[in-house]
């Protein structure tokens, strides 16, 4: 007799609420990296797991419930990661509906949520009818903790690091650690890679993101995501990746509370580079916030690549002020073809306010170029509507962008996303804030960004949008993307830039 499954770990899909007409072929389609951290650490642990990714299969809530049941887990656990760092909250969209409908066919499975948003509002997910249990930060050692026990409710008051009910009272136990430095080779031991859905080849049913692949839908597929490292040192007040390393559960923290860095050895991520490569896979993303850091661990992962003949097309992440140009060949030669720069924003103070100063003065003009002059792409990132923009420092960022004329540039409105310092704020002074997940989405319909200190949220979103299809129409922009990629890929391009965001912020029908 089969042994019961003791996790299901469900990546739900909440792809069109959060990207409208652009998630059927334009946004990425990543694997679920902390759904597979999660199964490969309880893996390593005798537990029985395995992933239902209701993403990458484009399953109906209907076919998502099915393959529950089929799975027959002890614990059903919605992992609130993604692409973005919005993605944990967006994600809650699909989430709610796939565990809701779990509930009143099947109410008697136990549903168990982790993720950035639930670390950030554990009690707010608790208080949803579908949702059981949840696991406080990045949730490891509480996940541990608790498939030893029965999944009773006699039982989970003693259980390290989970929040759960008490009737309809939430309950939040003491918090466990986040894994240490010197653990995680250990306890975070890989990624099961083997649990995804795959059509003929593994990880076919994945794609990168469109300018990852130079604009070529052929390139796109086959494609996988990793870190080297988790978390980040600084306190951006407009971020909420560091939230995940919260182990305080008093109200109003944010992720300015638990900066914290940790690295796999690069042994350990060259093991599992070579892995990918076995099963042919070539398009890489490194999901690190802040890969170009810390040279002690970057310097022998890039070299390594480069002594083990690794063929891979990556890109990374870097602000613009960690830089370190001396090691832009090495990045070249071990296949790091895009860098992603956080310019954020095109005035200083703005800029320099929503970082607390953590910033350097540098000139991004001459970042921008230096990298370029190595032959590695810049896919620079602006925040439009921070706290002090207003639509002439907005103007300022887009002229920025204009002037550097990038290989690809991502915009984004500035959201008070849950784990955020903004969102405490906005909280403590009554600024209005999103009443839906989808809300907190970029790119959503129902996106809805934090107002400035002169600026409407509306105008936020409607600066933006003008200003994404400025960059995406400009002339020399498009010249660029023909001289670098190709005709075809202009053409892509082009194609893109038709599609238009519908908002209802600004008083458009649903899409």
């Known amino acids: 007799m089969n042994r019961r499954l003791d996790v299901l770990f469900v990546n739900p899909d909440s792809s069109f609420q959060a990207y409208q007409e652009l998630s059927k072929n334009y946004t990425a389609i990543e694997p679920p990296t902390w759904d597979l951290l999660l199964a490969q650490s309880c893996r390593a642990k005798s537990f029985g797991v395995d992933i239902l990714d209701c993403d990458a299969e484009r399953l109906t809530l209907a076919d998502s419930t099915k393959r529950i ?58 208080a949803l009818p579908c949702a059981d249990i949840v696991l ?129 050895s690069p042994e350990f991520v060259i093991g599992e580079l070579e892995k990918l490569a076995r099963m042919g896979i070539e398009t890489v993303r490194i999901s690190d916030e802040m890969f170009f850091l810390n040279k002690r661990f970057f310097g022998p992962l890039v070299e390594g690549i480069i002594a083990r ?98 290989e690809m540039a991502n915009m984004y409105p500035c959201q008070a996303l849950p784990g955020s310092a903004l969102h405490v704020n906005a909280k403590k002074n009554g600024i209005a804030l999103p009443d839906s997940y989808a809300g ?11 107002p400035t200190k002169y600026c409407t949220a509306a105008e936020v979103v409607r600066f933006r949008d003008n200003a994404w299809s400025t960059y995406f129409s400009n002339p020399e922009y498009l010249a660029l993307v023909e001289r670098r990629f190709g005709t075809d890929e202009r053409r892509n391009v082009e194609a893109m830039s038709k599609i238009k965001l519908r908002r209802k912020i600004l008083g458009d029908l649903p899409p």
Not at 151 to 166: A, E, F, Q
Not at 331 to 336: D, V, Y
Not at 440 to 450: A, D
């Open 440 to 450: 907190y989405g970029f790119l959503s319909y129902e996106s809805q960004p934090l």
């Open 309 to 406: 003949g690794l063929k891979l097309r990556m890109w990374a992440y870097s602000r613009v002020d960690t830089v370190q140009p001396q090691y832009l060949d090495l990045f070249k030669r071990a296949g790091i073809n895009w860098l992603a720069l956080g310019v954020e924003a095109g005035n200083q103070l703005v800029r320099k306010e929503i970082s607390k100063g953590s910033f350097k003065d540098v000139n991004i003009r001459e970042v921008v170029k230096m990298v370029r002059g190595h032959d590695i792409n810049v896919i620079a990132n602006y925040i439009l509507g921070l706290p002090e923009d207003t639509l002439t420092t907005m103007q300022e960022t887009l002229n920025l962008a204009v002037e550097l004329n990038t």
């Open 69 to 126: 049941v089929e799975a027959n887990p002890r614990l059903v656990c919605f992992v609130m990661y993604g692409q973005n760092p919005n993605s944990g909250t967006a994600n809650m969209a699909g989430a709610e509906l796939l565990a809701g409908q779990l509930k009143k066919e099947h109410p008697e499975y136990v549903t168990c949520f982790v993720g950035s948003h639930v670390s950030a509002l554990p009690k707010e997910v608790l």
């Open 136 to 264: 406080l930060n990045e949730g490891v050692y509480a996940l541990h903790n608790l498939l030893l026990t029965d999944l009773s409710d006699s039982s989970l008051d003693k259980v390290k690091g989970i929040g759960y009910k008490m009737g309809s009272t939430p309950v939040l136990n003491q918090s466990e650690r986040v894994v240490p430095q010197e653990r995680m080779d250990v306890d975070l031991p890989g990624y099961a890679w083997d649990l995804l859905p795959y059509r003929e080849k593994p990880l076919d049913l994945y794609r990168a993101h469109f300018w990852h692949a130079d604009f070529n839908q052929g390139f796109r597929t086959p494609f996988a995501a990793l870190y080297t490292s988790l978390g980040c040192v600084f306190k951006c007040s407009f971020c909420m990746i560091n939230i995940v390393n919260r182990i305080d559960n008093n109200d109003d923290i944010s992720a300015t509370n638990s900066p914290n860095m940790r690295f796999w």
